[in-house]
């Protein structure tokens, strides 16, 4: 089987479950292949280049209604992963007076007509662009007037923060806290801070091919669910974080993994090291989709105005785009 990633710390279960030898034991030969960034992912899998892929959570829903796609029928089965996205903003706008939520509401309303901020997220069909619109909202700005939201690679956040073409963005572990080691930036919100125990990342594959091959698809799940735990377990943290660090995975980028699995984050802000919840990789089983995880991703694809879908029809791809537990 061949499985899509993209660089991020939460593509550790499937990393892991291949030097565990966890896909060995279930009988599957599995090669994964490095993707640049979710586009790559979502058209690989809708064409059926990919087996299956670690995918954003709001992908199979994207991908059946066909947003931005050719529609195909695909599912969810499991989430590998719950929060471990920031929201991180150049200090170039803190050398400003913005040190907080409501410092930056002040200035992008002081700048109206003189400059727009510039925000990148991984994917408009991501939970970074929710949660970023969700962010905005809150701090009473209007998404789609107060800034301009981009789309960028999530390993591009870092040079495009440092070269300025971006004033801040909303992406996935490591590329908040590398901004923060590197002094460009700070993180003013996490996952945990606006929508806790989110799902993140899920298992993807078209329908077809789970049809075609379900023994196959029920072992990688298994495989998975087994590479989630081990990830989960304090005690393994180490050796995670290890193998996410060899150059052919991230390297030197996720220098500060361990820090970041035990759940302590340095924010940028001042305050130092502080414990709070970064990436959950269901360490309580919660790996099944619920029926709260299928509501969030499709009210939050709604308010996105995913091409003008109706809820009511978001709702119904959504009830047949993810393997909900009985």
Request: charged content about 20%; some cysteine.
């Amino acid at each position: 089987m061949k499985i899509g990633l993209v660089r991020l710390l939460d593509a550790a279960p499937y990393i892991l479950a291949g030097e565990l030898g966890y896909y060995q034991e279930v009988g599957l030969k599995v090669k994964l292949t490095w993707e640049l960034g979710w586009a790559t992912i979502k058209h690989k899998i809708a064409y059926g280049d990919l087996d299956a892929a670690h995918a954003l959570a709001p992908l199979p829903l994207s991908i059946s209604i066909g947003y931005e796609v050719a529609a195909r029928a695909c599912k969810a089965l499991m989430v590998t992963s719950r929060l471990g996205n920031g929201i991180t903003l150049s200090n170039n706008i803190r050398a400003r007076g913005v040190n907080s939520a409501d410092d930056f509401r002040a200035e992008v309303r002081s700048m109206r007509g003189q400059r727009l901020y510039k925000l990148g997220v991984v994917s408009m069909d991501s939970c970074h662009c929710f949660l970023l619109k969700q962010w905005l909202t809150s701090i009473r700005l209007d998404p789609d007037r107060d800034v301009k939201i981009v789309v960028i690679p999530p390993g591009q956040a870092v040079r495009n923060l440092r070269a300025g073409t971006l004033d801040g963005y909303c992406v996935g572990e490591p590329w908040n806290s590398l901004a923060v080691r590197e002094g460009l930036g700070w993180t003013v919100a996490m996952s945990n801070d606006l929508s806790p125990n989110h799902p993140e990342k899920v298992l993807l594959a078209l329908k077809s091919k789970i049809d075609e091959r379900p023994a196959q698809y029920k072992a990688l799940v298994a495989a998975l669910t087994k590479a989630c735990a081990y990830c989960a377990d304090p005690e393994n943290i180490t050796r995670v974080a290890r193998q996410m660090r060899r150059v052919q995975v991230l390297g030197s980028t996720a220098q500060g993994a361990e820090k970041i699995l035990r759940g302590e984050y340095d924010r940028g802000t001042g305050l130092g090291v502080m414990p709070e919840p970064v990436i959950d990789f269901c360490k309580n089983g919660q790996t099944h989709i619920s029926a709260a995880d299928v509501a969030w991703i499709s009210l939050s694809a709604k308010q996105a105005e995913w091409g003008g879908v109706s809820s009511e029809a978001l709702m119904k791809a959504a009830s047949s785009a993810y393997e909900q537990a009985e």
